[in-house]
């Protein structure tokens, strides 16, 4: 059973989701919300989600700040993204800050089930008509990234922040300060256009900066 929590603001739209979720007995609907805010507060209130179903442009909170805040608060907790959206940089983006798939509302009954299935299998679900246009727009990214300039030392605390070490645990590893691996975090940050290190490390790997 994959529990659901439906974040769509507009509520026929909530409704029709809804009732093509449940013609699934896999699926299951915990709860419905029309902001990102209000996912949120369910989950505060100790409700059990695997997977968040939401749209990205939504009043009061967004698809995007509420995806950021799951990630940091639920890490566990699927995000995929339903939207009218095409566009390709705020796709990438979406994947790039964690999200485990970005379907499109013009999909099909079947693309929808195939897409929650396989963000639990620890995929990322794409509709097909833009995974070859997002691979060329991440090529792209990839070459503007070759053009970063990283010094040996932002390398190293790039690699062992995908480690997962901490910064008192660099600055012993590397003879620095903490404070001067702060300084490098953030660079770090700052070059790569990301704001956390769970999207520096997505990002790190998706350009190959690391392997």
């Given at each position: 059973?994959?529990?659901?929590?439906?974040?769509?603001?507009?509520?026929?739209?909530?409704?029709?989701?809804?009732?093509?979720?449940?013609?699934?007995?896999?699926?299951?609907?915990?709860?419905?919300?029309?902001?990102?805010?209000?996912?949120?507060?369910?989950?505060?209130?100790?409700?059990?989600?695997?997977?968040?179903?939401?749209?990205?442009?939504?009043?009061?909170?967004d698809g995007m700040t509420m995806l950021n805040r799951v990630k940091q608060m639920y890490p566990k907790i699927k995000v995929v993204?339903?939207?009218?959206?095409?566009?390709?940089?705020?796709?990438?983006?979406?994947?790039?800050?964690?999200?485990?798939?970005?379907?499109?509302?013009?999909?099909?009954?079947?693309?929808?089930?195939?897409?929650?299935?396989?963000?639990?299998?620890?995929?990322?679900?794409?509709?097909?008509?833009?995974?070859?246009?997002?691979?060329?727009?991440?090529?792209?990214?990839?070459?503007?990234?070759?053009?970063?300039?990283?010094?040996?030392?932002?390398?190293?605390?790039?690699?062992?922040?995908?480690?997962?070490?901490?910064?008192?645990?660099?600055?012993?590893?590397?003879?620095?300060?903490?404070?001067?691996?702060?300084?490098?975090?953030q660079e770090l940050l700052r070059k790569t256009r990301t704001n956390n290190s769970a999207s520096l490390i997505r990002k790190a790997?998706?350009?190959?900066?690391?392997?």
């Amino acid at each position: 059973m994959i529990n659901i929590i439906i974040a769509e603001d507009q509520k026929l739209v909530r409704d029709g989701i809804k009732m093509l979720l449940n013609e699934e007995p896999e699926f299951n609907v915990v709860a419905e919300a029309s902001n990102g805010s209000r996912v949120l507060d369910l989950l505060n209130q100790n409700i059990i989600a695997d997977l968040i179903l939401s749209d990205i442009a939504m009043p009061e909170m967004d698809g995007m700040t509420m995806l950021n805040r799951v990630k940091q608060m639920y890490p566990k907790i699927k995000v995929v993204f339903l939207s009218i959206s095409e566009d390709l940089e705020q796709i990438a983006d979406a994947i790039n800050q964690g999200a485990s798939g970005f379907l499109t509302k013009d999909i099909n009954r079947a693309e929808l089930f195939f897409g929650i299935r396989h963000a639990m299998d620890g995929g990322t679900s794409i509709p097909g008509k833009l995974t070859l246009k997002l691979l060329a727009h991440l090529k792209s990214m990839d070459s503007s990234t070759e053009k970063l300039r990283l010094s040996s030392r932002e390398l190293e605390v790039l690699n062992l922040i995908a480690e997962g070490r901490t910064n008192n645990e660099m600055a012993e590893t590397l003879f620095l300060s903490k404070r001067t691996i702060e300084g490098h975090r953030q660079e770090l940050l700052r070059k790569t256009r990301t704001n956390n290190s769970a999207s520096l490390i997505r990002k790190a790997v998706l350009t190959r900066l690391i392997q």
